[in-house]
């Protein structure tokens, strides 16, 4: 019935959609600024009023106003991504979409974490974009499924000083500070620090969290050149699933943690410099060379053994662009993507497995696993728009890329004990390659058309192909019989066709989609890591904005999909062909109500709807959905603001996130109950 009524609302909207304008200048969908209504991708924005307002203690609160975007919410930072698809886990679920922070990625391809956001200082955002669909023209591997990219204030936006306090359940605290010098001469530098603490709403699941960024923009000769310095911590405690059907309805077992040993450390350092300047015929060049450093290590606690898994990355790149005219009616915008990058995993257990005869003696204490795998990635495009008419504008592009793992075990290979010892049973769970090389070649083009209606609305049209190299783990980190894993790159045909506009008191975006997914990774019932799944993707999203009144604003961001397997698949004896992919709600999506009596106060009501999905691959189990109601209120007087967040408002039981397992039957990602959130901010 929820879901019923869901699509009673996204339908409603559609009447309303007739005419409208939009202007906003974005740059995630050409890597140059550009204004929305001049591209064919369907890309979201979350602007900087819409942050402030929303006050996101997790991405997923801000993201769940995005179509086609269903992050599934895991203990402190933790999620699990869902952009145009179901929600991703195990093989093949990382790098499908691809996290960047202005403009570049958070994680090296080859080397993707499925939690990487948290590693973007989204908490202080100015905006936050999504491409919705394949993006790897423009940004290669993993822009498969889209892009979310966090872009930051830049120096000069709000001169002075602010600092914001904030307080809530669980000893949950948050301070903000930010310091902008504004620009003089075109010079200028700014400061922006949060640092978190959170006790967490279930047992021993607090997280502590510092993210700092520095940003200095000068202009040197004609070049004007933005440095940017990026930092951050998370010392985390993980709360692992609760098992037993409906066990999230049950108030204590939702607060309980059946794994409280398991933890999360994670720290990142990023800096990048843009070097931007004018041609002599009118067309822009930009240089960002870069460099990455990321470190984690957690507990493997959802595994027999429950291995430390330590990992990082060090990368230095540089991603250059042209744009500019071929003529009056010609755009073009080219440039090439290099990288390299050096990766480590290693993989080691303390204790003695505990269960069975067989899972103690196939999995041995010692190291499991420990690799270096450096890769190299140069990557040419090209994107052109052509004004065909004054109503239409084509344009097409092309990326080609390359990527070579050079792969170096440290240590035996194959199924032995860290001491060469032979495990009983045949051998050792895991598996360690030899030292070999793997390179992958892709090329991703992409076809696309705006035709304009009428001043204010546009129909646009696309298709594109992405794709996603196999990562590292999925090659290397091997198990059981498996001595080479002969994977292909995933990749992803897109249609699509939508329509979009706005006014002063409407703006709209409509989109029909269908994918199809090949080479599919996943890992079989023998635990060999494949490439040969297949899956299609179809679906409707609606994005509206509409003034009710002088006071009142409607505002709705809509989903409804099917996502199928299309491979022949059999698990446990039964044909995946044409089952529902488990964790894809076909209907999800949020509403909001706002009241802005004046201009120093604004109230929303929101509205998060999740229909029921299935939580295995057979389609036997499911979830049923739930309904969630949040109130958020800001009063600005002189320099001060007072915030308030009321979530979860009618005290709903529901899981972040529901899935079935053959050992353990149903378990759960509790969701917290009603929870009151207060800040207070000044500047000057």
């Known amino acids: 019935m929820r879901s019923v009524i869901f699509v009673l609302v996204f339908c409603s909207g559609l009447a309303a959609a007739e005419e409208s304008r939009l202007e906003t200048l974005v740059v995630t969908a050409s890597r140059h600024a ?6 064919s991708d369907s890309l979201s924005l979350l602007d900087g009023d819409s942050l402030t307002l929303i006050d996101h203690t997790h991405i997923q609160q801000s993201l769940a106003r995005v179509p086609g975007v269903n992050f599934a919410r895991g203990n402190g930072q933790e999620y699990l991504p869902s952009l145009r698809s179901p929600v991703l886990s195990g093989a093949g679920a990382c790098g499908s979409l691809l996290s960047a922070e202005d403009g570049i990625p958070l994680r090296a391809a080859g080397f993707c974490n499925v939690n990487e956001l948290f590693e973007s200082h989204s908490e202080m955002a100015r905006r936050i974009e999504v491409v919705r669909g394949p993006a790897s023209t423009l940004y290669g591997s993993n822009a498969m499924h889209g892009v979310i990219n966090v872009i930051g204030a830049q120096v000069g936006e709000s001169e002075g000083v602010s600092i914001g ?12 500070v930010s310091v902008d010098s504004g620009l003089k001469s075109g010079s200028g530098a700014r400061a922006d620090l949060s640092l978190t603490g959170d006790g967490g709403y279930r047992d021993a699941s607090g997280y502590g969290q510092q993210k700092l960024a520095l940003r200095h923009q000068a202009n040197i000769g004609a070049a004007r050149v933005r440095t940017s310095l990026a930092a951050t911590n998370l010392n985390q405690e993980t709360a692992g699933y609760i098992e037993g059907e409906g066990a999230y309805r049950d108030r204590r077992l939702s607060r309980s943690n059946p794994n409280p040993e398991a933890y999360r450390d994670a720290r990142a350092l990023r800096l990048s410099s843009r070097i931007e300047f004018d041609t002599d015929t009118g067309g822009n060049v930009s240089l960002t060379p870069y460099l990455r450093k990321a470190d984690m290590k957690f507990l493997q606690h959802y595994l027999p ?12 790149g540089l991603r250059s662009s042209y744009s500019g005219y071929l003529g009056r009616d010609l755009q073009l915008v080219a440039g090439l993507d290099t990288e390299f990058t050096r990766g480590y995993l290693t993989e080691s257990q303390q204790n003695p497995t505990a269960g069975s005869e067989f899972l103690q003696a196939t999995i041995p204490t010692g190291r499991h696993y420990d690799y270096r795998a450096d890769t190299l990635v140069a990557a040419p495009f090209a994107l052109a728009s052509w004004q065909a008419t004054e109503e239409l504008i084509l344009n097409a592009g092309l ?13 035996l290979a194959g199924r032995t004990a860290e001491d060469g010892t032979p495990c009983a049973f045949g051998g050792c769970r895991f598996n ?7 390179s992958f070649r892709n090329w991703s083009p992409r076809l696309g058309a705006i035709y304009r209606l009428s001043a204010n609305s546009q129909l646009f049209a696309n298709l594109a192909e992405g794709f996603r190299v196999p990562q590292a783990t999925e090659l290397y980190r091997l198990q059981r019989e498996q001595t080479v894993a002969e994977l292909d790159a995933e990749e992803i045909d897109s249609a699509e066709l939508g329509i979009r506009g706005g006014d002063t008191g409407l703006g709209y975006e409509l989109v029909v989609y269908a994918m199809r997914k090949e080479n599919v990774i996943f890992r079989d019932a023998d635990f060999f890591n494949q490439s040969g799944g297949a899956t299609e993707h179809r679906g409707l999203e609606l994005a509206l904005d509409y003034k009710l009144a002088e006071q009142w604003r409607m505002q709705l961001s809509a989903s409804y999909a099917e996502h199928r397997y299309r491979d022949e698949r059999l698990l446990d004896g039964v044909s995946l062909k044409g089952k529902l992919v488990d964790s894809a709600p076909r209907a999800f999506g949020s509403s909001r109500l706002q009241w802005q009596p004046t201009a120093a106060l604004l109230a929303e009501l929101e509205w998060l709807h999740q229909g029921h999905y299935f939580t295995d691959p057979q389609n036997r189990h499911r979830y049923p959905g739930h309904d969630l109601l949040n109130l958020h209120a800001q009063w600005q007087f002189n320099s001060w603001q007072l915030s308030a967040r009321l979530l979860n408002l009618t005290d709903e039981a529901y899981a972040e996130r529901a899935d ?6 149903d378990r759960y990602f509790p969701g917290e109950r009603r929870a009151l959130y207060l800040g207070l901010a000044v500047e000057w």
């Open 165 to 176: 306090v904030e307080a809530g359940p669980h000893d949950f605290a948050r301070t903000r």
């Open 660 to 665: 079935y397992s053959s050992f353990g039957g």
């Open 34 to 39: 550009k204004p929305l209504q001049d591209n």
């Open 305 to 316: 053994g429950q291995a430390l898994e330590e990992n990082g990355q060090r990368s230095i």
């Open 399 to 411: 990326r080609y890329e390359t990527l070579k793992y050079d792969y170096d075990n440290r240590m």
């Open 432 to 438: 360690r390659p030899a030292d070999r090389e793997d």
